[in-house]
């Protein structure tokens, strides 16, 4: 009897279960196979995204470094700098008349054509704090340096400034007057009176301030330039053909 009994069958509550339980794992299956996953018309659009967007910052890059590159192998041109400075100081010429050694007093302005000097009261290094200085520029045609220096103004030692003129040198250490060296391929000054029809290459009246002083350079870029400043007035004009002729020289000839 033993060997012919069977087993029974499971019962219902066995058989709803285990249906349930196949169907659900199908369901999860499907959605985990079908649901998250990324079509290839999606790759490839991902794809050319990528690279459109890698070849815009190569690009970017690529120029930027080459403005980098060239920024660095270019040399500051600071011939306007100075040439500013000298325009800013023409424009606050001091003058009031100095005694010197010689017991003569007359304004401060000596001009020749590479060189000028006066009073002033823009200091380069604002120290003067309101005290006129004496400004000196010189040009050496040797070096192409043009070079400024400036003196505190003191008028009861007109000794100092005759020697500050003149070039020299002071010995102690806190009277030393530093100078300041810019290259200029070419530079050249011109001065003319109220009612000049031309330009002379130096200023002989020692009462009296030019009306008009013609800058004259050429920058680091061969380019020559030329500015009409008038003492005293902070306005600089282009050089125009109803100014008075500029001296014939080179410069003066290709600014004509």
Not at 118 to 127: C, D, E, G, P
Request: proline share 8%; glycine share 8%.
């Amino acid at each position: 009897m033993e060997g012919n009994k069977r087993e029974n069958p499971p019962g219902p509550h066995l058989k709803k279960a285990g249906g349930d339980a196949g169907h659900g794992l199908c369901r999860r299956y499907r959605r985990a196979a079908g649901g998250s996953g990324f079509t290839l018309m999606e790759l490839i659009l991902a794809t050319s995204l990528s690279a459109l967007v890698i070849g815009i910052l190569s690009v970017c890059f690529s120029f930027a470094m080459r403005v980098w590159e060239v920024t660095q192998n270019q040399k500051p041109d600071h011939t306007f700098l100075l040439v500013d400075l000298l325009k800013r100081q023409l424009a606050e010429c001091d003058p009031t008349p100095i005694k010197f050694s010689d017991n003569k007093s007359h304004p401060l302005f000596s001009a020749q054509p590479n060189s000028i000097a006066f009073v002033t009261a823009h200091s380069v290094k604002a120290i003067s704090q309101g005290v006129p200085v004496v400004a000196r520029y010189t040009y050496d045609p040797n070096s192409k340096m043009l070079s400024y220096s400036e003196l505190l103004l003191d008028p009861y030692h007109p000794a100092l400034i005759e020697k500050f003129l003149a070039g020299g040198t002071f010995g102690r250490k806190e009277t030393a007057i530093p100078s300041y060296g810019v290259y200029f391929p070419e530079f050249e000054l011109a001065y003319a009176g109220g009612d000049a029809k031309q330009f002379t290459q130096a200023w002989e009246k020692a009462n009296e301030f030019p009306a008009e002083i013609l800058l004259m350079w050429r920058a680091n870029d061969s380019t020559v330039h030329a500015q009409v400043c008038m003492v005293n007035s902070p306005i600089p004009v282009e050089v125009q053909q109803s100014q008075p002729s500029p001296p014939a020289s080179g410069l003066g000839n290709m600014a004509q």
